[in-house]
């Protein structure tokens, strides 16, 4: 897995799901091969109950790997233990030219906070934690002290990121 790790944050309906997708896709039309790691803070199910795969994690699996011609994936059921650290998912990661990770907030890695003016709490992150680097706004920020960048202009935003992690030009293919 590569060093470079950018992350997403702000509160719910903030924006950050759209931020990381739309980023995702102009990373990728640059040429760059990029990763995404996002955090839940619910319970989730990628499986469909009834699957193969779903019966092998009910049946006890640790680990249930799926693969098939167009992809692969696996499932890792924690069962008693406790959340993985971002580190340790990071590491089992291909390597990329950025990892673009959704939420985690209070993990050290540079971030853009996202603030939507319909988000359910709108309460600057970036006056307590050091590491959002920049904010972008679907409204004036008039006393962020910040980068503020405009939510919905992904070139600028992807240029900020890029400078910021020093991503150099994708080789041409």
């Not at 002290?145 to 992807?158: E, K, N």
């Amino acid at each position: 897995m590569t060093g470079k790790v950018f992350g997403i944050t702000g509160w719910k309906n903030s924006g950050k799901t759209t931020l990381t997708e739309r980023l995702v896709a102009e990373f990728t039309r640059r040429g760059y091969r990029i990763s995404t790691v996002k955090h839940a803070h619910h319970s989730f199910d990628i499986d469909k109950e009834g699957t193969d795969s779903f019966r092998h994690r009910a049946a006890g699996a640790h680990e249930v790997a799926i693969v098939s011609h167009g992809r692969w994936a696996l499932m890792h059921e924690l069962r008693d233990e406790p959340e993985p650290p971002l580190d340790q998912i990071l590491a089992r990661l291909a390597p990329c030219d950025l990892v673009l990770v959704e939420g985690y907030k209070r993990e050290p890695h540079p971030k853009i906070e996202t603030r939507r003016r319909g988000a359910r709490d709108t309460s600057p992150l970036s006056a307590s934690d050091p590491a959002i680097v920049a904010v972008a706004a679907d409204h004036p920020q008039p006393d962020e002290r910040l980068p503020v960048l405009d939510i919905d202009d992904i070139a600028a935003i992807a240029d900020f990121v890029a400078a910021r992690m020093d991503l150099r030009p994708p080789a041409a293919a």
